[in-house]
């Protein structure tokens, strides 16, 4: 299916994407500058060092530039290179006399585990004094990395004259970790459907944003799959996705917020699913699944330095009315059948038209060009999960630990420890 990078494509944008990808890598195909994108920097996989770039869970160097992986940032901080590429693409914008528009889409790798920064972020300027455990003081540092990169990529905007033309929209794509994040006062975590899991922090800035709105709060919900058909009419394109009509992809469920972000007006999207087994309705009512209710607990202010609370049984799936228990402490499933039916019929509607790409036939197409990537199957066997698989050019000059990805053969678990003790004598090194 078509992704924003390719609508701003079609509006002759110049496109970057830096950071984490995890839509798609089994074949150059599934990669960034096959999807709408000009350049790449990033990564495809998850709990990947921030140092060596080292991934333990495909016990590979997970990061690729363009369509190929590449060893030259071992040892620079991976949010570093990423914030130097889009400092370097944003440069090069400005000296084009042409001044194309362009569409940069930063995903930071911060604040993911493992949980390491460069030490001037651990001084004094970063960490208040009250904190004092090693954890704590790691998750402030890459917060303020991030806060720091941030800042100066927005100074450079307005230093080339670009912010005079820019939109940026900053969102999370989900609340913080159990163990690592705070979500107090909301319910829940990441992996939870609960407020904590999905209320994301997010803001527009730049000077697109009309003067007499600025500075104001807009209580409109938003899918973050909305910034796509946003993003698209903005830019002045269709957002209906034909490209691959003969696919049989549903229709787009994306949908163009814009005037109800900035001015409040009547909300476009009354039904936001969460998952297969959530759903938001009218922005109020909301059902949490059986399947979705992972932790259910509640942070306490000062948590992780203290414990969180543990919220009401939702085994059987849980009905909450947010405008009078945003919290989510109440159940109403029982007291009302009606709605709770009425939601449930409306899961059971989205999910026939729920849409998830096949790997199958773009594997077929592109054997021929891919001959050094793992399939996702071989993935899932490996580490029991799913991750992006690794892909290597034909030209890479690949260590000897490496042999077993390369090979498309799984790994034994003698040569995967073996490879694992060599990292971490390296990670000492950071």
Known sequence: ???????????????????????????????????????????????????????????????????????????????????NRTFDFISRQAKNKNRDPFFIYHSFQNIHSPLQVPKHFLSKEFIPEKIHDTRTKLIYGMCAFVDSAVGNITSLLRETGLYDNTLIVFASDNGGEIGLGNNYPLRGFKYDTYEGGVRGTAFITGNLVPQEVRGTRSNTVVHIADWYATLAELAGVDPEDNKFASENIPPIDSLNMWPSVLYNQSLPRTVLPLSSDSLLLDGRYKWVGDNDSKYGSHSSPLYPQSDHIKGIPCAQGCLFDLLSDPYERLDLKIRNHKLTSQIKALIKKHKRTRFESSDEKVIAKNSHRDTHCISWMAMRRMTGMLAGPMCFGEDVVIPDFYSDCVAHKEPTADAVRKSRKQWRKVEKNF
């Not at 390719?6 to 798609?24: F, I, N, S």
């Not at 195909?29 to 333990?56: A, I």
């Open 1 to 83: 299916m078509s992704t924003v990078a390719d609508k701003m494509k079609q509006a002759g944008y110049k496109t970057l994407a830096v950071g984490k990808w995890h839509a798609g890598g089994h074949s150059s195909q599934h990669l960034p500058l096959n999807r709408g994108f000009d350049e790449f920097l990033g990564f495809l996989n998850g709990h990947t060092s921030h140092f060596t770039h080292y991934c333990n869970t495909i016990d590979c160097v997970d990061m690729m530039d363009g369509d190929k992986p590449s060893w030259k940032y071992f040892g620079q901080y991976g949010d570093e290179a990423f914030y």
